[in-house]
């Protein structure tokens, strides 16, 4: 009977100790996001005045009660102005490892966007229209 209350006690601090790894891992990438910028060909990608559209965060280890010390992040984003790009960064034991701009083409922000059918209305009306008259 100890044993079992032991093995529920043990399961239910990794979930815990998991989610509070995945929080301190999203307020990294945050705070990275927030004042991570670059310009390419005379075109300014500044996070902190993007809007993040699209956005995901992977643990290195998939177990769910398993804390892992690993992350990549990728977050699909656009500008004020309308150029799209991709903001990745990777977490290593905890530390932020590397922050990256990656421009893209609105061809590529469309074919990440195709599962996601509300997004893809919201950001690319016309891609609808396109697709009811073929």
Known sequence: ???LLVIILG???LHYLSQRQDQA???LIGGAFDRFERIYNGVKYACLDATVVRRSLHREIALPLVPSPNYSARALCR???GDWFWFDSEIRFMKLKHTR???CSKKEALEALKDT???LQHYFPDCNKQQQSA
Request: glycine share 0%.
């Open 101 to 103: 701009i990656t421009p």
């Open 25 to 27: 891992a999203e307020k």
């Open 79 to 81: 500008t004020e102005e």
């Open 117 to 119: 059918p509300e997004i």
């Open 1 to 3: 009977m100890e044993s």
């Open 11 to 13: 399961v239910f601090v």
